[in-house]
């Protein structure tokens, strides 16, 4: 009963700071010009993209696919699927935001008419429902960086840390609290508005997340016993490589480009007309693939000096890596820094999740920016609060499955999908014209990859994300 008390607590103080903000900010609201809002600078925009996809996909997923999927061998295939499929969706996007210049819905509204509009319709929905868990467990990078100095690494040093794990997440009011902290920042952040808000913030935090990931993994890099974590992460091991390999490389290509929900056509369509399309998506695939990619040498060396077993996801991130760094040195210090690196690329993604939902409500229905975010931050914070509950089996399973499983399994394995299948269709055979305009800047820019990338969006990327998502079905 007192948990329950302190999580009706938790909710309510939540909500006050909500009500208390809505009004309190009321008075001082710049009063809203025709004017769309935009990137300041190009710069600014592609950290913005950047950081939106670089996220807890990258560090935590990409390295663990990679050791399993046969090493080097995969990591060709991934490079080969993001930079021909990924980059010519992301393209796609861009353009149809910048063409439209509204938020998702309102862009196929504007230049597809008829059904078109539920692509961007799916786009908002998938952005509801991913940060609703994504928040959950960004939460814990925010108590695992308190942690670091708070006990952890006593705990883990003594073989605990997954039984600390499993206490940390059973805890409803521990981790709806730090849902809480997090939704809150995500929500400040995008209150603030495109400029003064998202791009300052990724202006910051992205290569701030390079400098910590570089600190990490020279420490990694420099144990002893390293190279064998180096050895496991990228020997290529061509038996591993299936039709499997290729699936997985797609899926994890897609939701870590952050491509079939909109969320390209959002920001494009704050972006300046004058900016060159093709390269600033090829230099935000390339900074994600790079992320991912180092995100490994931090990783293996350290879990693999230490006899650790390399685990997948929350396991690996959240148990093992505390231990390791539990035998190291200043492991405080490291662990701290990996919670924060963490955080950084969470933070980065989810304010790029819930602008896609608040510039539907403000383009679409008029609400102005401080009440689209606070009142849809808190929304997707409740929509969250059985994904939260559900790691400590405080919430019922749907059919089989956490709660937080089956949403991320909705939103990444239909809805991603499905839309980039329909991005594709659109920009390929639909919009081709407005499409190749907006790309070569009204002709002014010459894209010497046009002819290929019309046969990508129209067959090549719609054959294959259809033949993941049927595999990717079995729930
Ligand atoms: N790309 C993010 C990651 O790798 O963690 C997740 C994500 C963000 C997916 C934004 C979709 C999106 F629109």
């Not at 004017?35 to 993209?49: H, P, T, V, Y």
């Not at 928040?135 to 705990?155: N, P, Q, R």
């Not at 883990?156 to 709806?176: H, L, R």
Request: glycine share 12%; net charge positive.
């Amino acid at each position: 009963m007192g948990e329950r008390l302190q999580v009706f607590l938790v909710f309510l103080l939540y909500f006050l700071l909500v009500i208390g903000f809505l009004f309190g900010k009321r008075g001082v609201m710049v009063v809203s010009t025709n004017d769309r809002e935009q990137w300041g600078s190009r710069l600014g925009f592609i950290m913005a993209a950047a950081g939106s996809a670089v996220g807890l996909g990258n560090i935590w997923r990409f390295p663990y696919v990679v050791g399993m999927n046969g090493g080097g061998a995969f990591v060709l295939i991934y490079l080969a699927i993001v930079f021909i499929i990924g980059a010519s969706v992301m393209l796609a996007e861009m353009a149809i935001g910048r063409g439209a210049g509204l938020n998702a819905v309102g862009s196929f509204k504007k230049l597809g008419g008829g059904a078109w509009p539920l692509v961007g319709w799916m786009g908002v929905i998938a952005g509801f429902i991913i940060l609703s868990f994504y928040g959950v467990v960004a939460g814990w990078t925010i108590a695992y960086m308190l942690k670091s100095f708070t006990g952890l690494m006593e705990v883990a040093s003594q073989g605990k840390a997954g039984d600390a794990f499993g206490a940390f997440v059973s805890n409803p009011t521990q981790v709806i609290l730090y849902q809480a902290l997090f939704m809150f920042g995500t929500i400040w952040i995008v209150f603030k508005g495109i400029g003064e808000g998202i791009e300052k913030y990724c202006k910051v935090m992205m290569p701030g997340l390079f400098l910590l990931l570089l600190v990490l993994i020279l420490r990694a890099v420099t144990l002893d016993g390293a190279m064998k974590g180096i050895e496991f992460y990228l020997k290529p091991d061509f038996s591993k490589v299936t039709g499997g390999t290729v699936l997985s490389a797609l899926g994890q290509g897609f939701f870590s480009l952050s491509l079939g929900m909109g969320c390209m056509i959002t920001y494009g369509s704050y972006l300046n007309k004058d900016e060159a399309l093709p390269s600033a998506a090829f230099t935000v695939t390339f900074l994600d693939t790079l992320v991912a990619f180092l995100a490994g040498f931090a990783i293996f060396p350290a879990v693999f000096a230490f006899n650790m077993e390399p685990a997948a996801g929350p396991g690996l991130t959240f148990i093992t890596l505390p231990s390791v760094f539990s035998k190291m040195p200043m492991g405080a210090v490291f662990s701290f820094v990996f919670f924060l690196l963490l955080f950084f690329a969470a933070i980065t993604s989810s304010v790029s999740l819930l602008e896609v939902c608040v510039a539907y409500f403000k383009d679409e229905l008029g609400w102005d920016r401080a009440k689209a975010s606070w009142v849809l931050g808190l929304v997707i914070f409740l929509l969250g609060v059985p994904s939260a509950l559900s790691l400590g089996g405080h919430f019922p399973k749907i059919a089989g499955k956490d709660f937080l499983d089956a949403m991320d399994f909705v939103a990444s394995n239909l809805l991603l999908p499905l839309g980039g299948i329909l991005i594709s269709l659109f920009a390929g055979w639909f919009w081709l014209d407005g499409c190749k305009k907006e790309i070569s800047n009204q002709g002014r820019l010459p894209f010497v990859f046009e002819g290929i990338w019309v046969w990508i969006c129209r067959l090549v990327a719609p054959v294959v994300i259809a033949i993941v998502f049927v595999k990717g079905l079995k729930w």
